[in-house]
């Protein structure tokens, strides 16, 4: 491997590392506040590609992809209200059934509505537009999804750290009943994370699929579980964690496809999984899990 | 008319019946207190008063409103607050955070302001320690935390869950000595206790209550000298 290359894959891999960022957040925030794994999210990241594919169809790209988010914002909160919210008091596990459930669901609503066969991506032209550096390419949305992840982090941490929501989302993560007492509405907190996870799929879901050219009812299982065990290697709950996890996996996906083993490639994921959840549960940055009480 | 009334309040955790019918009241300006045994049903009554338990029977009247079947947010909103038992600050926000957040539905940022500085006159500790993670701070200083928050609502009445659990005694004296002054600044309190020595001797009037009813009602003094709440909640036995 030559050192061009090398930088070719470097690039590429912080690229599809920063949309699996993306999604690993909405993962790590609903598991923070609902103690759940919304197995829905990969799907609500699924059906924003097809709501680009019909946006783009009628719009130009920069009123589409708002649209999109809307969108998907609006799927987000659906599954909640419909999935989540009538099962607030009801033990965890039939929660991560009914997600498990909700899953499928939207899985089989996009192959009766699209069928199963791959639809073509829109090309968003200036996202296509590509560079040369010394001998290295890049297009534009190589470089732009990292700084954008970047970007979207700080905004979103800033949120968390800094502003009255954010602080009763951490309270919230912590205490249902002392958060009532306060004043603050918990169910409103539940949705705003949805809000916001939903958003990040969306953009997420712009970024991965520009550089994939198809989308599939099924094209989210795959990408949605590596940004599980992305936010399961940061430590769920964590925010940072889960960036950090979503580089990590998506680096190492992109050089074990280089070197050659790209059979072993979605291998590697769940590997990583088994070794994390044996040797550290908690994650990188993940606390100790407790019981919520 | 009390500004809190209790008419018949019952409550039932499945088939358990933790609540069977429970009457009193608080007037302004008063330190009432609830003792009783551990699971006497101290706690259920402020859980269900605050909102966060739903009565299966009997009313809650709050200035001459009826309160019970509210939100818990409704609750506070009118002025009722609830420090809760085992203090539950927020171990991830900070000392500042955890008094903004007791102030999460006033909107006025000057008014929240004078709040915090009230609650920084009460405990000035908590001021020394704005910046701590409310995690990391020692039983008495989680307590004060969770009174100042309690505080900040600007409630009527502040109603606590046995604040002085688990805390040295030299620290139990000066919480309740708190108490009284936040009832003089003109604060109801309705205070539950498992120290109920303390708790009658700064109280106005008392309640005793035993599996989920109440058996027995007099002023702080009364109750301290009654024989049977000597023996059963004071550890002292008396002669004849
Ligand atoms: N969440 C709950 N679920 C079931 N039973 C409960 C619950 N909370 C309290 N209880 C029961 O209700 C009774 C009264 O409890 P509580 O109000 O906490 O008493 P106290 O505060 O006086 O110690 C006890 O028998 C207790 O076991
Ligand atoms: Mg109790």
Redesign the pocket.
């Known amino acids: 491997m030559t050192f061009t290359t090398f930088i070719q894959h470097v690039l590429t891999g912080i690229s599809l590392g920063g949309a699996y960022a993306l999604i690993a957040i909405g993962y790590t925030m609903v598991y923070g506040i609902l103690l759940l794994i919304n197995f829905a999210h990969a799907d609500i990241f699924m059906m924003a590609g097809y709501f680009m594919i019909f946006a783009m169809s009628s719009m130009p790209w920069f009123i589409a992809i708002p649209v999109v988010i809307v969108v998907t914002v609006a799927l987000g909160l659906a599954v909640e209200s419909v999935a989540y919210k009538p099962l607030r008091m009801s033990p965890r596990m039939s929660i991560m059934i009914s997600a498990i459930g909700m899953s499928y669901l939207l899985q089989n609503l996009a192959i009766y509505l699209f069928s199963a066969l791959p639809r073509a991506y829109p090309v968003i032209t200036p996202l296509k537009q590509s560079f040369q550096i010394g001998g290295v390419s890049a297009s534009l949305v190589t470089i732009l999804t990292p700084v954008l992840t970047i970007v979207l982090v700080l905004l979103l941490m800033f949120l968390i750290n800094n502003t009255k929501i954010g602080m009763a989302m951490r309270a919230v993560s912590k205490d249902y009943d002392t958060s009532k007492l306060m004043g603050i509405k918990i169910n409103r907190v539940i949705s705003f994370t949805f809000i916001i996870g939903s958003a990040l799929a969306a953009i997420g879901s712009i970024l991965y699929f520009t550089d994939r050219m198809s989308v599939t009812p099924f094209s989210g299982i795959l990408p949605g579980l590596k940004c599980f065990v992305a936010a399961v290697l940061g430590g769920i709950g964590s925010i940072p964690g889960a960036v950090i996890g979503g580089f990590f996996i998506g680096i190492s996906e992109t050089f074990l496809v280089a070197l050659g083993y790209s059979t072993f490639s979605d291998a590697f994921t769940f590997l990583l999984l088994i070794v994390i959840l044996i040797f550290r549960p908690t994650g990188l940055l993940g606390e100790a899990i407790t019981e919520k009480v | 008319m009390s500004l809190l009334e209790i008419n018949g309040l019952k409550?039932n955790?499945?088939g358990?019946e933790?609540?069977k019918g429970i009457d009193f009241h608080v007037d302004e300006g008063e330190i009432v207190t609830?003792i009783?045994?551990?699971?006497?049903?101290?706690?259920?009554?402020?859980?269900s008063i605050s909102g966060l338990?739903r009565a299966s029977g009997g009313e809650i009247r709050y200035d001459g409103e009826k309160i019970s079947g509210l939100d818990p947010q409704k609750i506070v909103a009118r002025g009722i607050s609830l420090v809760p038992?085992g203090r539950r600050v927020f171990p991830n926000l900070t000392v500042l955070e955890n008094l903004r957040i007791g102030a999460y539905l006033n909107k006025d940022a000057d008014a929240v302001e004078q709040e915090i500085e009230r609650v920084y006159k009460l405990f000035p500790r908590l001021e020394e320690r704005h910046w701590q993670q409310a995690g990391t701070l020692s039983g008495g200083e989680q307590q004060m935390l969770a009174v100042g928050r309690g505080l900040m609502a600007h409630p009527k009445i502040l109603m606590m869950?046995?604040p002085s659990l688990g805390l040295a005694p030299l620290i139990v004296k000066d919480i309740f000595k708190k108490i009284l002054e936040i009832n003089q600044s003109g604060v109801t309190v309705l205070l539950?206790e498992?120290n109920a020595n303390a708790a009658l001797k700064i109280a106005h009037r008392g309640y005793v209550?035993v599996?989920?009813n109440i058996t027995l009602t007099g002023s702080g003094t009364d109750l301290l000298n009654d024989a049977s709440v000597r023996e059963a909640y004071l550890g002292t036995k008396t002669n004849g």
């Open positions: 409550v955790y499945g358990i933790a609540l609830l009783g045994a551990n699971g006497a049903g101290k706690s259920t009554t402020l859980k338990v038992e869950d046995e539950i498992q209550m599996t989920g």
